[in-house]
């Protein structure tokens, strides 16, 4: 164990908030005593913060029509293998009452992003229908990309709690490479000051492991979204998609370092940020059997089931090799239960698991 990394992980838990070069120093340990101390340390702060309960959004996933053209991701408009699909507002309100028979606190509605009436209707109308039929009883999340303001107050208004809207990266360079010239990172950091002005709680996170991006780089991230004062943390390895223009300028791909290097920017997101919920996200999954478990382990606290008709789960694939796109809600519950109870953490049933930076903000 070197010294440093212990002094690092000692005054992140005590008395100082962790800096730029130490969060570096963090993200390049490599002996397997220090990753181990790095993951069990987070783990230890998210106990007492958080809590060793995993809360449940269950993932409907609407549609996969997109108007952006991300060249790294699997639905971008202009792959055209893609068949496209949406479902209908009762298929939606049907995976919702799934959900809520099951115990599940919260919804995330996730879809490509598109501006226009009728998709803002449509939203509108699935979170009326949703709540109707649920009692008002759940926490409703959107993740939808960048909408104008009177968008997200409608959907705000209509029952919309939270929002997750990833920056993908702080580093501006790096997210003009990775996106056609009409895609802009200033209208996106735009778009989460709105949904904080709209009364969300926001949720923000950023791609791990493109191709030129620097620990220091990651380190910024976590820098940013920490000055964002953002309730929510999903983020990712990056995976290639086949499909994608990014993915044939990716020569080798290390799903282990991938994993690695996803777990260790959520072991800091904890340590710097000790009371947002983070998501151990499907990526994580993907890239690993055990995936979910160590993401866990590693920090995060929040999961997010699908519960959407599995016929629509091989067209929604962001990424090669997204897991369970043959299983049903049932199987896809059972797996996280079986996940959960082995690492000795149980299930927040029935609650809509707010963290616990929101709870102080607003009392
Ligand atoms: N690998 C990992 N995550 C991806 N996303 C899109 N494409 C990929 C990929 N190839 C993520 C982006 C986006 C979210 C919906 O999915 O971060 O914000």
């Known amino acids: 164990m070197s010294g440093k990394v212990e002094r690092i992980l000692k005054s ?23 990753k181990r101390n790095l993951f069990s340390t987070a783990y230890e702060v998210k106990k007492r913060t958080v809590g060793p309960v995993v809360y449940f959004r269950g993932l409907i996933e609407l549609s996969n029509r997109c108007n952006k053209d991300c060249y790294y991701c699997g639905i971008r408009k202009s792959n055209r293998l893609v068949p496209r699909f949406r479902l209908e507002v009762d298929e939606v309100v049907e995976a919702a009452v799934w959900a809520h028979r099951n115990g599940y606190g919260s919804l995330v509605l996730q879809g490509g992003e598109l501006q226009n009436d009728s998709h803002t209707r449509y939203i509108t109308e699935a979170l009326s229908k949703i709540h109707a039929a649920t009692n008002n009883e759940l926490a ?18 209509a029952g919309a709690h939270r929002y997750l809207l990833r920056m993908e990266t702080s580093n501006q360079k790096l997210y003009k490479q990775f996106h056609p010239d009409n895609h802009q990172w200033e209208s996106r950091m735009q778009c989460l000051s709105d949904l904080r002005s709209e009364d969300y709680q926001v949720g923000t996170g950023v791609l791990i492991g493109l191709p030129g991006q620097t620990l220091g780089d990651l ?44 777990l260790k920017m959520l072991s800091c997101t904890r340590l710097l940020l000790p009371d947002v919920n983070i998501a151990a996200t499907t990526a994580l999954q993907a890239l ?56 000795g953490e149980t299930i927040g049933f029935g609650l809509w698991g707010n963290s616990p930076r929101y709870k102080k903000r607003n009392c």
């Open 288 to 343: 690993s059997d055990t995936g979910r478990e160590l993401g866990l382990q590693a920090g995060a606290n929040v999961v997010m089931p699908n519960v959407t008709d599995p016929k629509y789960r091989a067209v929604y694939q962001l990424y090669n090799g997204k897991p369970s796109i043959n299983e049903n809600s049932e199987q896809s519950r059972a797996g996280f239960e079986k996940s959960i109870s082995s690492i």
């Open 140 to 157: 409703a999340t959107l993740s939808l990309g960048e909408q104008s303001r009177e968008v997200l107050r409608q959907w705000r208004e």
């Open 12 to 34: 992140a838990t005590s008395d100082s908030e962790l800096k730029r070069d130490e969060i570096i120093s963090l993200l390049e340990v490599s002996a397997p005593d220090q």
């Open 219 to 262: 380190a910024d991230d976590l820098l940013y979204i920490r000055d964002l004062d953002v309730d929510m943390v999903g983020m990712g390895p990056f995976i290639p998609h086949d499909d994608t223009p990014l993915a044939s300028h990716v020569k080798t791909f290390d799903k282990n370092a991938q994993l690695e290097m996803g």
